[in-house]
């Protein structure tokens, strides 16, 4: 906390801070569920929200392949992959974002639309615009994200491959389990560190 956040907390009687506080969070998801309402036009009929999420999966896959050509083929030949968009803002104390994306197994060509949620912690302002890409080489493992979601915890902080490692062929993504591959995409290109704090990927009922 610096000398400005100390002085506000010291001049501010608790039940002020307290409502303050709560202010912010409140702030965080509204901002946050608009956003995603913007990404997604959440406002359309189930069919053009799927039509919508569609085309942020194919421009979100044609971006990772300009940025990192290697990972077509991995895509291509892994039992399926999953794709999303989340938005991302921090105020102050805490923050709020969502995000919906789309699986595809590969073999069946089946699709199942997803949600994402994140809760962060911590001071300071800051925007994240990001996507996500899943790659399972496992048939299990895609079942099993599709069937029950996923849960990254608050701290899950890891590097990206570099070229040359052990698992070259999939430079640029982190390794969040053996056979699960995530690459993450900002607004500044193929990020080479992923810290997902507090994330959790669940079916989008109204969608499927």
């Given at each position: 906390?610096?000398?400005?956040?100390?002085?506000?907390?010291?001049?501010?009687?608790?039940?002020?801070?307290?409502?303050?506080?709560?202010?912010?969070?409140?702030?965080?998801?509204?901002?946050?569920?608009?956003?995603?309402?913007?990404?997604?036009?959440?406002?359309?009929?189930?069919?053009?929200?799927?039509?919508?999420?569609?085309?942020?999966?194919?421009?979100?896959?044609?971006?990772?392949?300009?940025?990192?050509?290697?990972?077509?083929?991995?895509?291509?030949?892994?039992?399926?992959?999953?794709?999303?968009?989340?938005?991302?803002?921090?105020?102050?104390?805490?923050?709020?974002?969502?995000?919906?994306?789309?699986?595809?197994?590969?073999?069946t060509k089946r699709e199942t639309?997803?949600?994402?949620?994140?809760?962060?912690?911590g001071l300071g302002f800051g925007?994240?615009?990001?996507?996500?890409?899943?790659?399972?080489?496992?048939?299990?493992?895609?079942?099993?994200?599709?069937?029950?979601?996923?849960?990254?915890?608050?701290?899950?902080?890891?590097?990206?491959?570099?070229?040359?490692?052990?698992?070259?062929?999939?430079?640029?993504?982190?390794?969040?389990?053996?056979?699960?591959?995530?690459?993450?995409?900002?607004?500044?290109g193929l990020a080479l560190e992923?810290?997902?704090?507090?994330?959790?990927?669940?079916?989008?009922?109204?969608?499927?």
């Open positions: 906390m610096n000398s400005v956040h100390r002085f506000v907390a010291a001049a501010m009687p608790n039940h002020y801070l307290l409502r303050a506080t709560a202010f912010l969070l409140v702030a965080g998801l509204v901002l946050a569920n608009t956003a995603e309402a913007s990404l997604f036009k959440k406002e359309g009929t189930p069919d053009q929200q799927r039509a919508e999420i569609r085309k942020v999966r194919d421009q979100t896959l044609a971006e990772l392949y300009r940025l990192q050509p290697s990972a077509k083929a991995q895509i291509q030949k892994a039992a399926g992959y999953a794709v999303f968009s989340n938005f991302g803002m921090k105020i102050l104390v805490a923050g709020g974002g969502s995000g919906r994306g789309i699986v595809v197994d590969q073999k639309f997803m949600r994402m949620a994140e809760v962060q912690a925007v994240k615009n990001f996507r996500v890409v899943w790659v399972f080489e496992k048939k299990s493992d895609l079942n099993r994200f599709v069937a029950s979601g996923w849960e990254l915890g608050a701290q899950s902080t890891a590097s990206a491959q570099a070229a040359g490692q052990g698992a070259s062929v999939f430079a640029g993504a982190v390794s969040v389990t053996p056979g699960v591959w995530l690459y993450q995409l900002t607004d500044d992923l810290t997902a704090k507090g994330t959790k990927y669940y079916r989008d009922d109204a969608l499927n």
